[in-house]
């Protein structure tokens, strides 16, 4: 199994980001994906998820904010609006497979003036 994630950055405060994970090594879309981070200082937090039959849900910091979503070519995103200093971290792509949970490398997301 293997995640890669994309499209972190420095952005301003009310910005946007678009994270994205490419996903290989197990049969996409039978498996529950999702977005965590994690801060300085801060245990890892669960930010959104999708499940194969689409059921979306959010951290309550994030919704109405961040979109998560996947297509059929592997991937997932996280679409990131109105980006607030507090949402600097390092965010994982995670897949739940066969009972295991699968990490990718994270990818720096700061939110500056």
């Known amino acids: 199994v293997r995640l890669v994630e994309s499209g972190g950055g420095e952005v301003q405060p009310g910005g946007s980001l678009r994270l994205s994970c490419a996903a290989s090594g197990f049969v996409y879309g039978d498996n529950i994906m999702g977005w965590f981070r994690q801060a300085p200082g801060k245990e890892r937090e669960g930010v959104a998820c999708?499940?194969?039959?689409?059921?979306i849900a959010y951290a309550d910091s994030v919704r109405g904010r961040f979109t998560i979503s996947s297509d059929n070519s592997e991937t997932i995103a996280l679409e990131m609006n109105s980006l607030k200093p507090e949402d600097t971290a390092v965010y994982y792509c995670?897949?739940?497979?066969?009972?295991?949970?699968?990490w990718g490398q994270g990818t720096q997301v700061t939110v500056s003036s």
């Open positions: 995670n897949v739940l497979y066969n009972g295991d949970y699968y």
């Open positions: 999708i499940s194969p039959n689409g059921m």
